[in-house]
Protein backbone atom coordinates (compact mmCIF):
# COMPACT_ATOMS: atom_id res chain seq x y z
CA UNK A 1 0.00 0.00 0.00
CA UNK A 2 3.27 2.40 0.51
CA UNK A 3 3.21 2.13 -3.10
CA UNK A 4 0.04 4.11 -3.86
CA UNK A 5 1.11 7.45 -2.63
CA UNK A 6 4.65 7.41 -4.20
CA UNK A 7 3.00 6.98 -7.03
CA UNK A 8 0.83 9.75 -6.63
CA UNK A 9 3.29 11.86 -5.82
CA UNK A 10 5.68 11.14 -9.30
CA UNK A 11 2.12 11.45 -11.54
CA UNK A 12 1.75 14.79 -9.65
CA UNK A 13 5.72 15.76 -10.32
CA UNK A 14 5.10 14.86 -14.15
CA UNK A 15 2.15 16.51 -14.44
CA UNK A 16 2.98 20.28 -12.72
CA UNK A 17 6.86 20.36 -13.42
CA UNK A 18 6.94 22.85 -16.47
CA UNK A 19 9.70 22.94 -19.37
CA UNK A 20 13.07 25.45 -18.51
CA UNK A 21 11.77 28.71 -19.92
CA UNK A 22 14.04 30.19 -22.50
CA UNK A 23 16.34 33.18 -20.78
CA UNK A 24 15.95 37.21 -22.09
CA UNK A 25 17.41 39.77 -20.45
CA UNK A 26 18.19 43.35 -20.38
CA UNK A 27 21.52 44.63 -20.41
CA UNK A 28 22.68 48.39 -19.90
CA UNK A 29 26.22 49.81 -20.69
CA UNK A 30 28.62 51.50 -17.78
CA UNK A 31 28.73 54.50 -16.50
CA UNK A 32 30.42 56.92 -16.41
CA UNK A 33 31.84 57.00 -20.07
CA UNK A 34 32.85 59.70 -22.37
CA UNK A 35 31.16 61.81 -24.45
CA UNK A 36 32.83 60.45 -27.48
CA UNK A 37 31.42 56.35 -26.35
CA UNK A 38 28.20 55.33 -26.81
CA UNK A 39 26.04 54.25 -24.30
CA UNK A 40 24.26 50.98 -24.61
CA UNK A 41 21.17 48.74 -23.94
CA UNK A 42 21.11 45.11 -25.43
CA UNK A 43 18.46 42.20 -25.49
CA UNK A 44 19.90 38.74 -24.58
CA UNK A 45 18.10 35.73 -25.40
CA UNK A 46 19.30 32.14 -24.72
CA UNK A 47 17.81 29.50 -27.36
CA UNK A 48 15.61 31.24 -29.11
CA UNK A 49 15.16 33.66 -32.35
CA UNK A 50 14.22 37.26 -32.11
CA UNK A 51 10.85 37.57 -33.58
CA UNK A 52 9.51 40.83 -32.41
CA UNK A 53 10.04 43.27 -29.35
CA UNK A 54 9.00 47.16 -28.43
CA UNK A 55 11.07 50.18 -28.91
CA UNK A 56 14.41 50.62 -27.38
CA UNK A 57 13.98 52.91 -24.52
CA UNK A 58 14.57 57.22 -25.03
CA UNK A 59 17.02 58.51 -22.87
CA UNK A 60 17.01 62.02 -21.82
CA UNK A 61 20.19 63.81 -22.98
CA UNK A 62 20.93 60.97 -25.53
CA UNK A 63 20.11 60.11 -29.03
CA UNK A 64 19.60 56.45 -30.71
CA UNK A 65 22.34 55.77 -32.93
CA UNK A 66 23.14 52.64 -35.12
CA UNK A 67 22.19 49.02 -33.67
CA UNK A 68 24.07 45.74 -34.07
CA UNK A 69 23.95 41.92 -33.27
CA UNK A 70 26.16 39.21 -31.79
CA UNK A 71 25.97 35.72 -31.39
CA UNK A 72 27.59 33.43 -29.16
CA UNK A 73 27.10 28.77 -30.25
CA UNK A 74 28.40 26.38 -27.39
CA UNK A 75 28.34 23.03 -27.61
CA UNK A 76 29.71 21.17 -24.92
CA UNK A 77 28.73 17.30 -23.76
CA UNK A 78 26.18 17.27 -27.09
CA UNK A 79 24.38 19.99 -25.69
CA UNK A 80 23.97 23.08 -28.03
CA UNK A 81 23.31 26.81 -26.41
CA UNK A 82 23.17 29.94 -28.64
CA UNK A 83 22.94 33.61 -27.19
CA UNK A 84 22.05 36.18 -29.37
CA UNK A 85 22.27 39.81 -28.31
CA UNK A 86 20.94 42.81 -29.74
CA UNK A 87 22.12 45.82 -28.80
CA UNK A 88 20.97 49.96 -29.36
CA UNK A 89 23.95 52.76 -29.68
CA UNK A 90 23.24 55.47 -27.52
CA UNK A 91 25.36 59.26 -28.16
CA UNK A 92 25.50 61.22 -25.70
CA UNK A 93 24.29 65.18 -26.56
CA UNK A 94 26.22 67.09 -24.02
CA UNK A 95 28.51 66.58 -20.48
CA UNK A 96 26.32 65.82 -17.38
CA UNK A 97 24.31 63.40 -15.27
CA UNK A 98 21.22 61.27 -16.54
CA UNK A 99 18.76 59.22 -15.18
CA UNK A 100 17.36 56.33 -17.36
CA UNK A 101 14.28 55.36 -15.56
CA UNK A 102 12.89 51.48 -14.82
CA UNK A 103 11.70 50.48 -18.06
CA UNK A 104 10.24 47.18 -19.54
CA UNK A 105 10.73 45.89 -22.70
CA UNK A 106 8.37 43.32 -25.09
CA UNK A 107 10.48 40.64 -26.14
CA UNK A 108 9.51 37.72 -28.05
CA UNK A 109 5.76 38.14 -25.85
CA UNK A 110 7.34 37.78 -22.93
CA UNK A 111 7.64 41.58 -20.70
CA UNK A 112 11.17 41.90 -19.46
CA UNK A 113 11.81 44.93 -17.10
CA UNK A 114 15.47 46.97 -16.54
CA UNK A 115 16.18 48.86 -12.81
CA UNK A 116 17.15 52.14 -14.86
CA UNK A 117 20.55 53.57 -14.14
CA UNK A 118 22.27 56.88 -13.61
CA UNK A 119 24.40 57.77 -16.24
CA UNK A 120 27.50 59.99 -16.02
CA UNK A 121 28.82 61.73 -19.09
CA UNK A 122 32.18 62.79 -19.15
CA UNK A 123 34.80 64.95 -20.99
CA UNK A 124 36.02 63.77 -24.21
CA UNK A 125 38.78 61.14 -24.20
CA UNK A 126 41.88 62.05 -26.32
CA UNK A 127 42.59 58.50 -27.32
CA UNK A 128 38.73 57.21 -28.01
CA UNK A 129 37.78 58.45 -31.65
CA UNK A 130 34.55 60.64 -31.42
CA UNK A 131 31.00 60.16 -31.91
CA UNK A 132 29.70 61.45 -35.02
CA UNK A 133 27.73 64.78 -34.30
CA UNK A 134 24.08 63.95 -33.70
CA UNK A 135 22.35 66.80 -34.25
CA UNK A 136 18.40 67.23 -33.33
CA UNK A 137 16.72 66.21 -36.57
CA UNK A 138 13.28 68.02 -35.97
CA UNK A 139 13.79 70.73 -38.85
CA UNK A 140 12.94 74.18 -36.70
CA UNK A 141 9.03 75.74 -37.03
CA UNK A 142 9.29 78.66 -39.91
CA UNK A 143 8.10 81.94 -38.99
CA UNK A 144 4.20 81.75 -40.51
CA UNK A 145 3.19 84.60 -41.84
CA UNK A 146 -0.70 85.76 -42.96
CA UNK A 147 -1.47 84.74 -46.25
CA UNK A 148 -4.48 83.89 -48.16
CA UNK A 149 -7.45 82.13 -47.64
CA UNK A 150 -6.79 79.15 -50.06
CA UNK A 151 -2.85 79.19 -50.26
CA UNK A 152 -1.11 78.04 -53.33
CA UNK A 153 1.25 75.14 -52.85
CA UNK A 154 4.52 74.39 -54.14
CA UNK A 155 6.41 71.45 -55.26
CA UNK A 156 9.53 72.22 -54.16
CA UNK A 157 12.60 69.56 -55.45
CA UNK A 158 13.96 67.46 -53.18
CA UNK A 159 17.86 65.79 -52.28
CA UNK A 160 17.15 62.79 -52.11
CA UNK A 161 17.81 59.27 -53.50
CA UNK A 162 17.86 55.35 -53.14
CA UNK A 163 20.88 53.44 -53.67
CA UNK A 164 21.83 49.38 -53.27
CA UNK A 165 25.53 49.68 -51.64
CA UNK A 166 28.05 46.44 -52.57
CA UNK A 167 31.29 46.89 -51.26
CA UNK A 168 33.07 44.79 -53.85
CA UNK A 169 32.32 44.01 -56.96
CA UNK A 170 33.65 40.23 -57.71
CA UNK A 171 34.38 37.84 -54.74
CA UNK A 172 35.29 34.38 -54.77
CA UNK A 173 33.26 31.42 -54.29
CA UNK A 174 32.19 31.26 -50.35
CA UNK A 175 33.77 34.98 -50.02
CA UNK A 176 31.76 37.29 -47.88
CA UNK A 177 29.95 40.67 -49.69
CA UNK A 178 28.03 43.19 -47.51
CA UNK A 179 24.76 44.83 -49.40
CA UNK A 180 22.89 47.26 -48.07
CA UNK A 181 20.00 49.61 -48.85
CA UNK A 182 20.57 53.20 -48.17
CA UNK A 183 17.90 56.21 -48.31
CA UNK A 184 19.73 59.63 -48.00
CA UNK A 185 18.14 62.99 -47.66
CA UNK A 186 19.89 66.26 -47.25
CA UNK A 187 19.33 68.00 -43.90
CA UNK A 188 17.30 70.77 -44.79
CA UNK A 189 14.58 68.52 -46.63
CA UNK A 190 13.64 66.78 -44.14
CA UNK A 191 10.10 68.48 -43.90
CA UNK A 192 9.68 67.45 -47.61
CA UNK A 193 9.57 63.75 -47.60
CA UNK A 194 8.40 60.97 -45.22
CA UNK A 195 8.29 56.88 -45.19
CA UNK A 196 5.25 55.29 -46.08
CA UNK A 197 3.72 51.94 -45.31
CA UNK A 198 7.42 51.21 -44.91
CA UNK A 199 6.91 47.45 -43.60
CA UNK A 200 4.61 46.09 -46.74
CA UNK A 201 7.41 47.76 -48.65
CA UNK A 202 10.33 45.98 -47.33
CA UNK A 203 8.29 42.67 -47.66
CA UNK A 204 8.35 42.99 -51.17
CA UNK A 205 12.40 44.47 -51.21
CA UNK A 206 13.16 41.72 -49.45
CA UNK A 207 11.49 39.30 -51.97
CA UNK A 208 13.39 40.72 -54.41
CA UNK A 209 16.78 40.62 -53.19
CA UNK A 210 16.90 37.38 -51.98
CA UNK A 211 19.74 35.34 -53.25
CA UNK A 212 18.86 31.26 -53.80
CA UNK A 213 22.88 30.71 -54.13
CA UNK A 214 23.94 32.01 -51.43
CA UNK A 215 24.30 31.83 -47.54
CA UNK A 216 22.96 35.06 -45.43
CA UNK A 217 23.87 36.65 -42.67
CA UNK A 218 21.07 39.70 -41.88
CA UNK A 219 21.56 42.44 -39.46
CA UNK A 220 18.43 42.81 -37.54
CA UNK A 221 16.87 46.34 -38.59
CA UNK A 222 13.48 46.32 -36.43
CA UNK A 223 13.60 50.54 -36.00
CA UNK A 224 14.66 53.03 -38.87
CA UNK A 225 17.36 54.78 -37.63
CA UNK A 226 19.54 57.79 -39.30
CA UNK A 227 22.88 58.32 -39.27
CA UNK A 228 24.57 61.57 -39.95
CA UNK A 229 27.23 61.12 -43.59
CA UNK A 230 28.27 63.87 -45.98
CA UNK A 231 27.78 63.26 -49.85
CA UNK A 232 29.92 65.73 -52.01
CA UNK A 233 30.57 68.14 -48.78
CA UNK A 234 26.92 68.41 -48.14
CA UNK A 235 25.55 67.09 -45.12
CA UNK A 236 22.60 64.22 -45.30
CA UNK A 237 20.75 62.23 -43.33
CA UNK A 238 21.69 57.73 -44.14
CA UNK A 239 18.80 55.51 -43.30
CA UNK A 240 19.93 52.11 -43.21
CA UNK A 241 16.84 50.26 -44.79
CA UNK A 242 18.32 46.83 -45.01
CA UNK A 243 21.48 44.70 -44.40
CA UNK A 244 23.17 41.65 -44.68
CA UNK A 245 26.43 39.70 -45.79
CA UNK A 246 26.14 37.07 -48.65
CA UNK A 247 28.34 34.30 -49.09
CA UNK A 248 28.54 32.61 -52.86
CA UNK A 249 28.13 28.85 -52.67
CA UNK A 250 28.36 28.52 -56.13
CA UNK A 251 29.78 30.43 -59.60
CA UNK A 252 25.81 31.81 -59.73
CA UNK A 253 26.76 36.10 -60.49
CA UNK A 254 24.56 37.79 -57.18
CA UNK A 255 21.62 39.74 -59.55
CA UNK A 256 19.73 42.70 -57.63
CA UNK A 257 17.21 44.37 -59.73
CA UNK A 258 16.31 48.08 -59.68
CA UNK A 259 14.11 48.30 -56.85
CA UNK A 260 11.63 51.25 -55.64
CA UNK A 261 10.58 52.45 -52.61
CA UNK A 262 7.56 54.54 -52.37
CA UNK A 263 7.84 58.11 -50.45
CA UNK A 264 5.30 60.85 -48.70
CA UNK A 265 6.45 63.90 -50.51
CA UNK A 266 5.12 67.04 -49.67
CA UNK A 267 3.95 70.45 -51.68
CA UNK A 268 4.85 73.97 -49.42
CA UNK A 269 1.90 76.09 -49.15
CA UNK A 270 3.48 79.41 -51.15
CA UNK A 271 1.96 81.46 -48.20
CA UNK A 272 1.48 79.99 -45.04
CA UNK A 273 -0.82 81.15 -42.14
CA UNK A 274 -2.23 79.85 -39.41
CA UNK A 275 -5.80 79.37 -40.41
CA UNK A 276 -4.37 76.61 -43.03
CA UNK A 277 -2.32 73.27 -43.40
CA UNK A 278 0.97 74.56 -44.46
CA UNK A 279 1.93 71.17 -46.55
CA UNK A 280 -0.14 69.11 -49.12
CA UNK A 281 0.56 65.25 -49.12
CA UNK A 282 1.67 63.82 -51.90
CA UNK A 283 3.61 60.29 -53.26
CA UNK A 284 7.15 60.21 -54.85
CA UNK A 285 8.38 56.70 -55.87
CA UNK A 286 12.56 56.56 -55.89
CA UNK A 287 14.73 53.74 -57.57
CA UNK A 288 17.89 52.37 -57.18
CA UNK A 289 20.46 50.81 -60.01
CA UNK A 290 20.45 47.47 -60.88
CA UNK A 291 23.78 45.58 -59.46
CA UNK A 292 25.76 42.55 -59.65
CA UNK A 293 28.29 40.67 -58.15
CA UNK A 294 30.53 38.30 -60.20
CA UNK A 295 31.46 35.42 -58.58
CA UNK A 296 34.86 33.75 -58.88
CA UNK A 297 36.00 30.00 -58.82
CA UNK A 298 39.17 29.45 -56.23
CA UNK A 299 42.21 28.68 -57.58
CA UNK A 300 43.15 25.16 -58.48
CA UNK A 301 43.80 22.43 -54.92
CA UNK A 302 42.73 19.53 -54.00
CA UNK A 303 40.37 20.51 -51.47
CA UNK A 304 39.17 24.02 -53.30
CA UNK A 305 35.39 22.89 -53.27
CA UNK A 306 35.38 21.72 -49.02
CA UNK A 307 38.11 24.53 -47.79
CA UNK A 308 36.40 27.54 -46.20
CA UNK A 309 37.17 31.24 -47.21
CA UNK A 310 38.39 34.06 -45.06
CA UNK A 311 40.98 35.96 -43.09
CA UNK A 312 41.13 33.99 -40.20
CA UNK A 313 43.95 33.53 -37.05
CA UNK A 314 44.67 30.69 -34.93
CA UNK A 315 44.56 31.29 -31.22
CA UNK A 316 45.82 27.73 -29.26
CA UNK A 317 46.09 26.79 -25.67
CA UNK A 318 46.71 23.40 -23.57
CA UNK A 319 45.06 22.64 -20.11
CA UNK A 320 48.48 21.45 -18.82
CA UNK A 321 51.57 20.88 -20.81
CA UNK A 322 53.00 18.46 -18.64
CA UNK A 323 50.70 15.44 -18.00
CA UNK A 324 51.42 11.68 -16.98
CA UNK A 325 50.42 8.69 -18.86
CA UNK A 326 46.75 7.96 -19.34
CA UNK A 327 45.27 11.30 -17.95
CA UNK A 328 43.88 13.15 -20.40
CA UNK A 329 44.19 16.92 -21.21
CA UNK A 330 42.29 19.19 -22.93
CA UNK A 331 43.68 21.33 -26.01
CA UNK A 332 41.48 24.22 -27.60
CA UNK A 333 42.07 25.21 -31.32
CA UNK A 334 40.32 28.97 -31.96
CA UNK A 335 40.21 29.96 -35.23
CA UNK A 336 39.34 33.53 -35.54
CA UNK A 337 38.46 36.14 -38.06
CA UNK A 338 36.30 37.51 -40.74
CA UNK A 339 33.88 34.65 -42.58
CA UNK A 340 31.34 32.87 -42.51
CA UNK A 341 31.78 31.19 -39.41
CA UNK A 342 29.07 28.92 -39.68
CA UNK A 343 30.74 26.80 -43.05
CA UNK A 344 33.71 26.15 -40.77
CA UNK A 345 34.82 22.07 -39.66
CA UNK A 346 35.97 21.01 -37.04
CA UNK A 347 39.78 20.01 -37.98
CA UNK A 348 40.76 15.99 -38.41
CA UNK A 349 43.19 14.84 -36.30
CA UNK A 350 45.79 12.42 -37.54
CA UNK A 351 47.66 11.94 -34.31
CA UNK A 352 50.58 10.23 -33.96
CA UNK A 353 50.98 7.03 -32.11
CA UNK A 354 50.76 7.00 -28.39
CA UNK A 355 47.83 10.11 -28.80
CA UNK A 356 44.33 9.39 -29.36
CA UNK A 357 41.65 12.73 -29.95
CA UNK A 358 37.99 12.65 -29.19
CA UNK A 359 35.21 14.36 -31.25
CA UNK A 360 35.64 18.22 -30.23
CA UNK A 361 33.41 20.08 -28.08
CA UNK A 362 32.20 23.53 -30.69
CA UNK A 363 31.79 27.08 -29.47
CA UNK A 364 30.59 29.84 -32.14
CA UNK A 365 31.06 33.33 -31.20
CA UNK A 366 29.48 35.93 -33.90
CA UNK A 367 29.34 39.79 -34.29
CA UNK A 368 27.54 41.32 -36.79
CA UNK A 369 28.46 44.96 -36.87
CA UNK A 370 28.93 47.69 -39.29
CA UNK A 371 28.43 46.02 -42.15
CA UNK A 372 30.73 43.09 -40.97
CA UNK A 373 30.96 39.65 -40.21
CA UNK A 374 33.18 38.30 -37.41
CA UNK A 375 34.03 36.63 -34.55
CA UNK A 376 35.80 32.75 -33.51
CA UNK A 377 35.02 28.95 -33.88
CA UNK A 378 36.64 27.23 -30.74
CA UNK A 379 37.38 23.51 -30.96
CA UNK A 380 37.84 21.84 -27.50
CA UNK A 381 39.47 18.62 -27.99
CA UNK A 382 39.87 16.00 -25.43
CA UNK A 383 43.38 14.20 -25.85
CA UNK A 384 44.48 10.93 -23.97
CA UNK A 385 47.96 10.27 -24.32
CA UNK A 386 49.15 6.49 -23.96
CA UNK A 387 52.86 6.44 -24.10
CA UNK A 388 55.36 8.83 -22.82
CA UNK A 389 57.42 11.28 -24.68
CA UNK A 390 57.43 14.77 -26.00
CA UNK A 391 54.57 15.25 -28.98
CA UNK A 392 54.39 18.29 -30.93
CA UNK A 393 50.57 19.37 -31.66
CA UNK A 394 51.41 20.39 -35.20
CA UNK A 395 52.13 17.03 -36.29
CA UNK A 396 48.53 15.96 -35.07
CA UNK A 397 46.30 18.83 -36.99
CA UNK A 398 45.88 21.08 -39.59
CA UNK A 399 43.50 23.61 -40.83
CA UNK A 400 43.44 24.83 -44.22
CA UNK A 401 41.20 27.51 -45.64
CA UNK A 402 41.31 30.29 -48.58
CA UNK A 403 42.11 34.01 -47.96
CA UNK A 404 39.84 36.53 -50.19
CA UNK A 405 42.47 39.18 -48.99
CA UNK A 406 45.53 37.61 -50.46
CA UNK A 407 44.02 35.02 -53.00
CA UNK A 408 46.16 31.84 -51.64
CA UNK A 409 45.49 28.98 -49.97
CA UNK A 410 47.14 28.87 -46.26
CA UNK A 411 46.66 26.64 -43.29
CA UNK A 412 46.70 26.68 -39.76
CA UNK A 413 49.27 24.74 -37.85
CA UNK A 414 49.45 23.85 -34.00
CA UNK A 415 52.53 25.81 -32.50
CA UNK A 416 52.47 23.88 -29.05
CA UNK A 417 54.56 20.73 -27.18
CA UNK A 418 52.64 18.75 -24.46
CA UNK A 419 54.98 16.70 -22.49
CA UNK A 420 53.71 13.14 -20.91
CA UNK A 421 55.55 11.45 -18.22
CA UNK A 422 55.51 7.83 -16.72
CA UNK A 423 55.52 4.42 -17.70
CA UNK A 424 53.52 2.91 -20.74
CA UNK A 425 50.74 1.09 -19.44
CA UNK A 426 49.04 -1.44 -21.70
CA UNK A 427 46.16 -2.35 -18.93
CA UNK A 428 44.94 1.34 -18.84
CA UNK A 429 41.24 1.39 -19.59
CA UNK A 430 39.55 3.88 -21.59
CA UNK A 431 38.08 5.08 -18.89
CA UNK A 432 40.88 7.06 -17.61
CA UNK A 433 39.86 9.91 -20.21
CA UNK A 434 37.55 12.61 -18.01
CA UNK A 435 34.89 12.04 -19.19
CA UNK A 436 32.89 15.63 -17.94
CA UNK A 437 30.74 16.63 -15.35
CA UNK A 438 27.98 14.32 -16.31
CA UNK A 439 30.31 10.67 -15.37
CA UNK A 440 31.38 12.18 -12.43
CA UNK A 441 28.01 12.07 -10.43
CA UNK A 442 27.85 8.90 -11.27
CA UNK A 443 28.73 7.41 -7.76
CA UNK A 444 26.30 9.59 -5.98
CA UNK A 445 23.12 8.77 -7.91
CA UNK A 446 20.58 6.24 -6.50
CA UNK A 447 21.28 2.80 -8.29
CA UNK A 448 17.76 1.47 -7.29
CA UNK A 449 16.33 -1.15 -9.76
CA UNK A 450 12.76 0.24 -11.32
CA UNK A 451 10.86 -1.84 -12.62
CA UNK A 452 10.19 -1.77 -16.34
CA UNK A 453 6.43 -2.08 -15.79
CA UNK A 454 6.32 1.20 -13.64
CA UNK A 455 5.08 3.37 -16.51
CA UNK A 456 2.36 0.70 -17.12
CA UNK A 457 0.88 0.65 -13.46
CA UNK A 458 1.13 4.79 -13.23
CA UNK A 459 -1.21 4.77 -16.22
CA UNK A 460 -3.11 2.59 -15.30
CA UNK A 461 -4.05 4.28 -11.46
CA UNK A 462 -4.12 6.91 -13.27
CA UNK A 463 -7.60 5.32 -15.21
CA UNK A 464 -8.95 4.43 -12.06
CA UNK A 465 -8.46 8.02 -10.47
CA UNK A 466 -10.34 9.52 -13.66
CA UNK A 467 -12.71 7.57 -13.34
CA UNK A 468 -13.42 7.98 -9.79
CA UNK A 469 -13.81 11.48 -10.43
CA UNK A 470 -15.86 11.13 -13.43
CA UNK A 471 -18.02 9.19 -11.14
CA UNK A 472 -18.35 11.84 -8.30
CA UNK A 473 -19.13 14.67 -10.40
CA UNK A 474 -22.09 12.39 -12.52
CA UNK A 475 -23.43 12.11 -8.69
CA UNK A 476 -23.13 15.68 -7.75
CA UNK A 477 -24.77 16.97 -10.66
CA UNK A 478 -27.68 14.48 -11.01
CA UNK A 479 -28.21 15.53 -7.20
CA UNK A 480 -28.15 18.86 -7.85
Not at 216 to 244: C, H, M, W
Not at 290 to 297: A, G, L, S
Amino acid sequence: MMRLPLLFILLFIMLTVPGLAQQVSIELGKSPLPINQYFTVSIKLQDQQLKDYTAFPEIDGFKKSTKFSSEKTITAGGNTNVIRTYTQNYAALEEGEYVLKPFTMKVNGQTVQSQGITIRVTPMQANVAQSPALPDLLAPEEDKTAAEEQPEFVDEDDNAFLTLYTNKKKVFVGEGVTVALYFYLAEEDQRLLEFYDFANQMTTILRQVKQPNAWEETFDFSEIASENVTVQGKPYLRFRLYETVLYPINLQPLKFPQLQLKMLKYKVAKNPNLLTEDRQEGYKVFYSRERTVEVEELPPHPLRNIVPVGDYRLHESLSRKRVPVNKSFNYLFEVEGEGNLSAIMPPSPTPPPGLEFYPPDVRQDVVRRAGRVTGAKTFAFTVLPREPGTYDLRNALEWIYFNPVTATYDTLRPTLQVQVTGNRDSDALVLSRDLGSFYNIITNENNTLVSLHLFERIKRYTNIILLLLLAVSAFVFLKK
